[in-house]
């Protein structure tokens, strides 16, 4: 249908099912938090002092006033919606909000906020899971749950125009904010990553701390159409997720945030529960795939709310030519021993 609302969508997809409704409810009071929160970045100074530092998160981050903010604001809408608790990378440890709700919230409320003060895009990664039965919904445990067992998943991004990507487990849809109506519009039913690509997005400056896979995938897109891969590639890095997620999603391309060897990069940098799991789960429903180098990051059991992981993620055909190099790696140091 030409111009469907994010409402009308929703509604249609969860029909009678009482689980589906809360996940569309919860949906649509995320969707209403983004565009209190667009409106807030496109504002930018004159709302006024948004990149301010303030204090620490549980990271050991530098939290801006619109980290905090943002996260408030996700937190009011939640309230509105069944939500039984949420956690989110600004809070120690999760909020309950309603004993009765029937989903649990992970959020990133605000990812990329290091480029606030520089007008890149930056966004909302969030996850929608069921809350367990016999688990304390503001516990931890609560949510050490799989990225393939995700209710929905998505990203709101805050750039020249204000999108919801989300996955509700049967491909990844794209809504685009009619600020006119205040409206989440769909703008692509069916997003689709192509298989191959010529570009990759990382931050280069790091190599010399990374792993011999990671160095030998990139060394091989560097040396272009004299080297190995017989083909020129193109370096894309935006330093924010939901950028160079974004990027990838509409015309391809793979990123990588591998583990390295600096002091707390070793087991990687993202996190798992409210920032990997959804953007793999909206990757690999759009046909692309997800890894942190040596398997799918989806089916990995969280140890721990904050756990962090290597990502890799985007072109199928990129991903797996990636895993391919830590499976000879791998190779080569059995062999060595």
């Given at each position: ?21 809360d996940?569309?409810a ?12 667009a409106a ?5 100074p ?5 990149a301010?530092?303030m ?5 050991g981050?530098?939290?801006?006033f ?10 009011e ?15 120690d440890?999760?909020i309950?909000?309603h ?32 809350s367990?039965d016999h ?6 445990d609560?949510?050490l ?26 491909g ?10 205040g409206?989440?519009i769909?703008?692509?039913r069916?997003?689709?990553?192509p ?8 931050n280069?400056?790091?190599?010399r701390?990374w792993?011999?896979p ?15 891969r ?10 924010s ?6 990027r990838?999603?509409?015309?391809g ?6 583990a ?21 789960w909206?990757v690999?429903?759009?046909g692309?795939?997800?890894s ?11 140890r721990v709310?904050?756990?962090?992981i290597?990502?890799i993620f ?9 895993e391919?190099?830590?499976v ?10």
């Open positions: 249908m030409k111009n469907e609302s994010l409402y009308s969508f929703l509604e249609k997809w969860a029909g009678q099912d009482q689980l589906k409704r996940v569309a919860t949906v649509h009071a995320l969707a209403d938090a983004g565009r209190d929160i807030l970045v496109s504002d930018g004159l709302a006024g002092e948004l301010a530092a204090t620490e998160n549980v990271q981050e530098v939290q801006k619109l980290d905090v903010h943002s996260n408030d604001l996700l937190i809408a939640c309230k509105r919606a069944p939500v039984a608790a949420i956690a989110s990378e600004e809070l440890h999760p309950a909000l004993h009765d709700g029937t989903v649990l919230v992970a959020v990133d409320p605000l990812d990329g906020s290091s480029n606030i003060d520089t007008n890149v895009s930056i966004g909302t990664i969030f996850s929608i899971l069921k367990p688990v304390d919904a503001s516990t931890h609560a949510f749950q799989k990225g393939r067992d995700q209710l929905a998943a998505g990203y709101i991004l805050y750039g020249p125009q204000t999108t919801l990507v989300m996955t509700l487990g049967k990844t849809q794209m809504f685009t904010l009619d600020r006119r109506r409206t989440f769909l703008t692509n069916a997003m689709k990553i298989e191959k690509t010529k570009e990759f997005a990382i280069s400056s790091n190599r701390h792993n011999a990671t160095r030998r995938y990139i060394d091989e897109c560097v040396h272009g159409a004299e080297g190995a017989g083909e020129d590639t193109n370096m894309r890095w935006v330093g997720l939901v950028a160079d997620g974004h990838i999603l509409v015309r391309g793979v990123y990588l945030y591998p390295d060897k600096r002091k707390g990069y070793d087991e990687g940098r993202l996190r798992l529960i409210y920032e990997s799991n959804p953007i793999g909206v690999e429903q759009a692309g795939a997800v942190t180098g040596n398997e799918n990051l989806l089916d990995l059991e969280p709310l904050h756990q962090r290597p990502l985007g072109s199928r055909h990129e991903v797996e030519r990636i391919s190099h830590h000879v790696d791998e190779d080569e140091r059995e062999a060595a021993e």
